[in-house]
């Protein structure tokens, strides 16, 4: 299947800092990825649609300008939490869907795990 | 996306088989049922997929009841690395498919030795 890769899949900070997140389509263009949060013990929720070349589109309840995503490229996402804080301490996890041969499934990177301190 | 009912755990003993059952008695005609697992600290990964016909693949086989309103995802030889929550979540298929999913709670399987 396609291979969607993120990076990095351990990361630690400090709070008040900000961290960038990448997730790249390996060999697939994905115009979409989708960015998920996981907190321990329960299931991903959608944070935000990642368009290339527009603006993200996010949920409700999650802080545009506290997660910034840029999807420069067909390739790549990338989502930074800024002035991060103890609560943002989670696993954050991207996806996307490789459109050729008429595929519907979505591939999904291998999660992030950010612990800030 | 209709909403889908799974049991919140499950045990199997190794070598046998892994039945999961789904509910999702709302499911639309052009809804599909998809079926993901995570394992512990990793990223979803696709099983299998079906729309009404029964579907079998390298690691599954997905039974989808007549009415379409349950389906039951067999892992026919259950080994210990099949061990992870396994999510059942019907969406629209073909063009829309590139849309978010909708995670519910899943089914922790775990399997024994």
């Known amino acids: 299947g396609a291979v969607v890769s993120q990076h990095p899949s351990r990361v630690i900070c400090k709070s008040g800092t900000s961290v960038k997140i990448e997730c790249r389509s390996l060999?697939?263009?994905?115009?979409?990825m989708f960015w998920y949060r996981q907190f321990p013990k329960q299931s991903l929720m959608l944070m935000a649609t990642?368009?290339?070349?527009?603006?993200?589109?996010?949920e409700q309840g999650v802080e545009k300008d506290k997660f910034l995503i840029n999807h420069a490229s067909l390739t790549l996402s990338t989502l930074t939490v800024t002035s991060a804080h103890p609560e943002d301490s989670s696993f954050y996890i991207c996806?996307?869907?490789?459109?050729?041969?008429?595929?519907?499934?979505?591939?999904f990177g291998q999660g992030t795990r950010l612990t800030v301190v | 996306d209709a909403k889908t009912t799974q049991p919140p755990s499950m045990d199997c003993a190794e070598g046998r088989a892994a039945n999961l059952p789904c509910n999702h008695s709302t499911i639309s005609g052009n809804e599909y049922v998809y079926w993901y697992r995570q394992i512990h600290s990793q990223g979803p990964q696709y099983i299998i997929h079906?729309?009404?016909n029964n579907e079998t693949n390298e690691m599954a086989s997905l039974i989808i009841t007549e009415d379409r309103k349950s389906s039951t995802l067999i892992l026919p030889h259950a080994t210990l690395r099949d061990t992870a929550v396994y999510y059942c979540i019907v969406r629209v298929g073909g063009g829309n498919a590139g849309n978010m999913l909708t995670f519910g709670g899943g089914t922790r399987l775990m399997v024994k030795p």
């Open positions: 079906g729309l009404k």
């Open positions: 990642s368009n290339e070349g527009s603006k993200a589109t996010y």
């Open positions: 060999d697939f263009q994905a115009t979409t």
């Open positions: 996806s996307a869907r490789d459109p050729r041969g008429g595929n519907t499934e979505a591939f």
